[in-house]
């Protein structure tokens, strides 16, 4: 065996010489979800409204379910200080958590990108760290200027994640490739909401 992961309750051996370990550092997501529908027309609604109201917010879809949500923070109290402003315009609004556990790749020279992709997956925990400060010191007004440049930074990484997953060539790894460019494919397409509706402002 070449390569293999685990996570924080699974150990894979690896028979090969000089065996590297990356790691990427598990983390918690809050946000306040909005709404979650798949019909076209209530989304671009609930879009007007929030442009409307300055609230800004990102769609993910999962399941065919887009995913209407704003405040994202790595705090949770963060995002409840925002749900009763939120909930003032959409009544059924309510936090939620996104939990991802500690990832250990074990790999050789063979399998060098597994490097590359762990650094960028702990750069982008950092960039989410960075929105979660960001909303933390941006409570009465909005810098788009600097939300622009964190979703920004946010997209590249999201696309270097992606080229490197695409690299993938083991068969152990096969489900943690999909999941992986799944999730890089989806948060993409919630970053460039996110920058689309930054563009309306400016």
């Not at 946000?31 to 800004?56: G, R, T, V």
């Not at 929105?131 to 941006?138: A, G, L, M, R, V």
């Amino acid at each position: 065996v070449d390569v293999n992961y685990s996570s924080d309750n699974t150990e894979v051996e690896v028979d090969n010489e000089n065996v590297k370990v990356a790691t990427v550092t598990n983390w918690d997501m809050y946000s306040i979800q909005i709404a979650a529908i798949n019909n076209e027309e209530d989304i671009n609604e609930i879009q007007s409204k929030l442009a409307n109201s300055n609230i800004p917010f990102s769609i993910v879809e999962i399941d065919g379910v887009k995913k209407v949500q704003t405040y994202v923070s790595m705090d949770e109290d963060e995002s409840r200080k925002y749900l009763e402003l939120v909930k003032e315009q959409f009544s059924d609004a309510f936090v939620t958590k996104l939990e991802v556990p500690l990832v250990r790749l074990d790999y050789t020279d063979k399998y060098a990108y597994v490097e590359e992709i762990c650094k960028e997956l702990n750069n982008l925990i950092n960039n989410f760290k960075e929105e979660s400060e960001f909303w933390i010191k941006n409570n009465e007004i909005v810098d788009i200027k600097e939300y622009k440049s964190i979703q920004e930074n946010r997209a590249s990484i999201l696309d270097n994640i992606e080229k490197q997953g695409k690299k993938i060539n083991y068969d152990g790894m096969n489900a943690f490739k999909e999941n992986l460019l799944n999730y890089a494919s989806s948060m993409n397409d919630k970053s460039k909401e996110s920058l689309k509706m930054i563009e309306l402002k400016t």
